[in-house]
């Protein structure tokens, strides 16, 4: 019975799946047979397993060495792999492929072509379809295409690691926003919301042994919170360039049509890269196609997607020619007014009354004949084609005119653009609305539109209106690279629109940058805002491993980019890191930068592996470029420029200190400069730091020891049975006997892939702790968590460990206020999380920590205000890293009241401050990250001054007031010169305490002024001063010469510096 059923069901499959799709993906709109149709797309098969992103210390190249292309029946491993997925995640942006993939891999199941020996079942359900459906049972989603609805599902459940479901548009199930408990379905007859039935497939409380291939955008990855286990990521990334030639043949038929479209391809990189993307491929061929059957010579050049869907829609309306296009005008408005209904209410499909609603002709096919709209199955059920459709239709509805007396169905609830900016900016939806909205407010697309429709686009006033309010909800939080540190989605935005003097002012906010490029598309529109970027300073490039698969014009590409970087005058440093996978794009880096017009100071590579051949090349490269320094930051490899460079080529270069310190020196006045500027130890910070770290026992206060500095490891002798609890980290241990325990300060961000970060929420420190097993019989571990008097569900919190296997969770055994308590520990990486769903971030409420630094100077004083959760790791970073640049921490109280994780405050204060940025948003970024801050500053250094933050309500949340005397008790007098010293000697103990590139200073002193055993018991000491320190112990053996070649080192290396000391000098003469 069982066998019988089975083979109606695969004869089922084939039928249905051979034929022509079911219009979920437009890419290969003109199928017959699937079989003969079918274009291969190139897969990327990014980890063999994912853990191994969770592995401590993992380098970037090992990772990025495991990504690889990968054939279809290799989805699920193949012969020379042992590990075998359970989880499949197909990805890619939207009209990629990813639909009739799937259903490709449907069809050859059925027709006995793949997974034979893997999966004897297999189920396909489409998440558009499902949608329509409010609760079913597990059977009635795997009954839905069995003969008479009835599935074996006995026999199915026999056999489950033979069974596969394949989840198309994963994207666009409605997934709740706020489920602190998550319901789950567990047994298959019971009746649930779909939503809950696929999750609980994701989480195996349902045929725990199936397995799963998911289709879905890189956007919605995040939603994989909710898988148990890691998924097997693979990336479709569309057409390679010989598919597209293959693709346009199987379109066209015609030999001759071919030849002249692959000609335009030729003489248009653009129409080429688009075509890379099947949904944009089949949208050129449609419009070529209609131009052709005109008669017309095929001319179609869009720049950008928006032109592409213009376009689209142009030839489309004015193809049909079933109807005047006054009643075609007429419907695409009332069409856009149902896509603007459809963006709102989260929906993707909709019945004949909602079109009825909104004024369309139910009897009209216009827009099902032109693929814009298809009828489901499902007897009067439509939807869009494509999800990239509704949302270009979605934008148009804000871009036309529209007079309200002339409306014939009733209005609805959609709201303004603000709104709708700022749900897509913050959802885990990609910005294709934003896009849209930007392209169509191009003058040369709205006068497009207005030659072609009656409606006209909104007149001109309401249309910058519209850009001045798009910049100010999503530009606005943006234009600071400190709180929006990959501006790609920006640049994609000022693409589109393509107003020159729109892009420069926005462009004249960024001094660095950091871009991830993953696509050709990325390289194009950075390359089209960087050119208009004309105060750039430092700029990191990272490169995915899927670039160099993108597109065959890629080299060209990255040789614009690289020129038009390097070529500009502001710019200082460049770094770059990602995958290299062969020599190609660091030949042209290098040939770029050896370029007379390249005037580059640094040059970084972190964590990049490169042949032997090119780090020859990049070692040598200072040697032929005087002020260029090349450092490689993994392997610790320092290389600077030739040591012979004379005094005078240092004088006459256009690369002066200037470009090392871009900030200006502010004069001092006589009768401050004595009282009040500071002199900064190091080493007693660094005595502090470890004082802070005392643990308190049963016979009081005991004194960590460090074991490496620079790693933030010390260790804690505890001498007896009992409770030590350190108030500075907020660690806490029960001990049964006498142990030492070590400590290291952990990075989320080594252990915890990007993935993984949208899944659980950073709760508190992360801490590798070492110890003799057994004798811990409890650990407190800190967390920052407001728990709301048990509001909070304290089951979604676990203990992270970080292991070989990857990471590893457990339940606390109980949740405090503070900490969370972990009996009879093991110990490895760990610290706690809270599950949740990432757009509810801003709903956690948690406590904070407010830091203030400052800066003083004779007239005026800087200081740094940054907003962070109450972690250790991050402050002590903080500390480590504002003791750089000179600033000293204030202490002064933090917000009592518990803040919310992802909200914005407004910094403000006395009416003389200068604040920049404004806005502080309460983020969690792991100590070894960039963290955002505000500069203060002021030239009334004696007034009392005023500090707050305020909620977007205008509540204060926080304030503090910082006098003279606060500055006062942290700075130490510098008491006056004598003049009769030479400069170094004069000023020793401010080179001693504030040089920190020591070792290039004794670079270029050795050979000609120290011996090697003199430069290597230097080397030796283990910080900064007590390196100097040494060096200066040498002094009084020292010539004139020896001194004045130490000051002209020290000016170049150190220009900062070395300015102040001599301003103070010139001040202190005076007097």
Request: charged fraction near 25%.
């Amino acid at each position: 019975m069982f066998q019988g059923n089975r083979r109606k069901y695969i004869n089922r499959m084939k039928e249905k799946f051979s034929l022509t799709w079911d219009g979920s993906s437009s890419s290969l709109g003109n199928l017959r047979d699937l079989n003969k149709e079918f274009v291969p797309l190139m897969l990327l098969h990014k980890y063999k397993e994912l853990k191994n992103i969770c592995r401590k210390n993992t380098p970037v190249s090992v990772m990025t060495k495991q990504a690889h292309i990968i054939d279809m029946s290799e989805l699920f491993g193949s012969d020379e792999r042992k590990y075998v997925p359970q989880t499949v995640v197909l990805c890619g942006g939207a009209g990629i492929g990813k639909t009739i993939l799937t259903r490709k891999i449907m069809l050859d199941w059925a027709e006995g072509d793949l997974f034979q020996d893997r999966f004897k079942n297999v189920i396909y359900v489409n998440c558009k379809t499902v949608n329509l459906t409010l609760e079913m049972t597990l059977v009635d989603l795997i009954s839905k295409d069995w003969p008479d609805l009835q599935a074996p599902i006995e026999a199915i459940m026999s056999n489950p690691k033979q069974l596969l479901f394949i989840i198309d548009g994963f994207d666009e199930v409605k997934w709740p926003f706020v489920e602190p408990e998550p319901e789950l379905c567990h047994h298959w007859k019971e009746k649930c919301p779909v939503p809950v039935l696929l999750r609980s497939l994701l989480w195996k409380t349902i045929f725990p042994r199936s397995s799963l291939l998911i289709a879905t955008r890189s956007s919605a990855l995040m939603r994989f919170r909710c898988l148990i286990d890691d998924p097997n990521c693979v990336e479709v990334l569309g057409f390679t360039e010989a598919n597209i030639e293959m693709y346009i043949s199987k379109f066209f038929k015609s030999e001759a049509k071919v030849l002249k479209v692959l000609d335009l391809l030729k003489v248009s990189d653009t129409l080429s890269e688009k075509c890379s993307v099947p949904l944009e491929c089949w949208i050129i061929c449609t419009c070529l196609k209609q131009q052709m059957e005109r008669g017309e010579v095929p001319v179609l050049l869009p720049q950008t997607t928006t032109d592409l869907y213009v376009s689209y829609l142009s030839f489309g309306l004015s193809h049909d020619g079933s109807s005047s296009s006054q009643h075609h005008d007429l419907q695409l408005r009332r069409l856009c007014s149902l896509a603007a209904e459809e963006v709102w209410a989260g929906k993707f499909t909709f019945n004949e009354d909602d079109l009825k609603r909104h004024g369309l002709d139910v009897s009209d096919d216009s827009f099902l004949n032109m693929y814009i709209l298809e009828k489901k199955d499902k007897e009067n059920c439509y939807s869009f084609i494509h999800g990239r459709f509704l949302e270009f239709f979605a934008a148009m509805f804000y871009v036309l005119e529209e007079k309200r007396e002339e409306r014939d169905y009733p209005a609805f609830a959609v709201k303004d653009v603000i709104e709708l900016l700022v749900q897509t900016r913050e959802s885990d939806s990609e910005v294709s609305i934003m896009n849209f909205l930007f392209g169509l407010l191009n003058e040369e697309t709205m006068r497009q539109l207005d030659r072609n429709f009656v409606y006209p686009t909104i007149q001109r006033g309401k249309a910058e209106l519209l850009q001045w309010m798009i910049l100010e909800s999503n530009i606005q939080r943006m234009i600071n690279p400190l709180l929006h540190p990959d501006p790609l989605e920006l640049f994609q935005c000022l693409y589109e629109i393509r107003q020159e003097e729109l892009v420069r002012k926005t462009m004249k906010y960024f001094q660095s940058m950091r871009l991830n490029l993953h696509t050709s598309k990325d390289i194009l529109v950075s390359i089209f805002c960087i050119k208009l970027c004309y105060n750039l300073v430092n700029i990191h490039l990272h490169i995915s491993r899927t670039l160099m698969y993108n597109s065959p014009h890629i080299l060209i590409q990255w040789k614009e980019l690289i020129s038009v970087l390097l070529f500009k005058k502001s710019l200082i440093e460049l770094e770059l890191s990602g995958s290299f996978p062969d020599d190609r794009l660091m030949k042209i880096v290098y040939k770029e930068i050896m370029h007379p017009n390249c005037k580059l100071h640094t040059l970084r590579f972190h964590q990049v592996e490169l042949s032997e051949e090119m780090k020859k090349e990049f070692e040598n490269l200072p040697k032929m470029k005087n002020f260029l320094y090349v450092f490689f930051m993994w392997k610790n490899v320092e290389i600077i420029p030739d040591s012979e460079m004379k005094e005078e080529e240092y004088e006459n270069s256009p690369q002066d200190h200037q470009r090392f310190e871009p900030e200006e020196v502010t004069p001092q006045t006589e009768a401050e400069v004595t009282s009040l500027l500071a002199s900064f130890d190091p080493l007693k910070e660094e005595q502090l730091d470890l004082e802070k770290c005392l643990f308190l026992g049963p016979n009081g206060p005991v004194e960590p020891e460090w074991i490496d500095k620079k790693r933030n490891i010390y260790k804690v002798r505890l001498s007896m049975a009992g409770f030590y609890h350190c108030p500075y980290t907020g660690l806490g241990f029960d001990v049964r006997s006498e142990v030492t325990v070590d400590i290291e300060f952990g990075t989320w961000n080594q252990h915890l892939d990007w993935i993984q970060q949208q899944s659980w929420m950073i709760a508190g420190p992360l801490f590798h702790i070492t110890v003799d097993p057994g004798v811990v019989t409890s650990v407190h571990l800190p967390h920052f968590v407001h728990l709301q008097g048990g509001k909070v569900d304290i089951s979604l919190f676990k203990i992270a460990h970080f292991k070989e296997e990857g990471m590893v969770l457990e339940n606390p055994t109980r949740m405090e206020s503070s900490h969370a308590i972990l009996e009879n520990p093991s110990f490895s990486p760990m610290g706690v999380l809270l599950r949740i769903v990432h757009s509810t971030f801003r709903f956690i409420p948690i406590y904070s920590t407010t830091l203030i630094y400052f800066r003083l100077r004779a007239e005026d004083i800087t200081l740094h205000l940054y907003l962070i959760p109450s972690d250790c790791t991050i402050r002590k970073a903080i500390d480590e890293e504002e003791a750089k640049f000179h600033f000293l921490r204030l202490h002064k109280p933090s917000p009592v009241t518990p803040l919310y994780i992802g909200s914005r405050f407004l910094v403000s204060g006395s009416k003389h401050l200068e604040i920049m940025p404004t806005e502080l948003e309460l983020c969690y970024q792991s100590a070894g990250e960039c963290q955002f801050f505000s500069e203060i500053y002021t030239s009334n250094v004696k007034e009392i001054i005023s500090l707050d933050l305020r909620d977007p309500k205008g509540t204060v949340v926080w304030g503090t007031l910082v006098r003279s005397g606060d500055v006062g008790t942290v700075c130490a007098p510098i008491s006056p010169a004598t003049t009769e010293l030479h400069f170094v000697d004069q000023h020793r103990n401010q080179i001693i305490s504030r040089v920190t590139s020591v070792d290039i200073i004794l670079d270029r002193l050795h050979s000609q002024f120290l011996s090697n055993e003199d430069y290597e018991h230097i080397r030796a000491e283990k910080t900064n001063p007590e390196k100097m320190r040494r060096l200066f112990s040498f002094s009084p053996s020292w010539s004139k010469d020896y001194k004045d070649h130490l000051y002209r080192v020290l000016r170049e290396i150190h220009p900062h510096l070395m300015n102040e000391l001599e301003h103070m000098e010139k001040i202190l003469v005076r007097k």
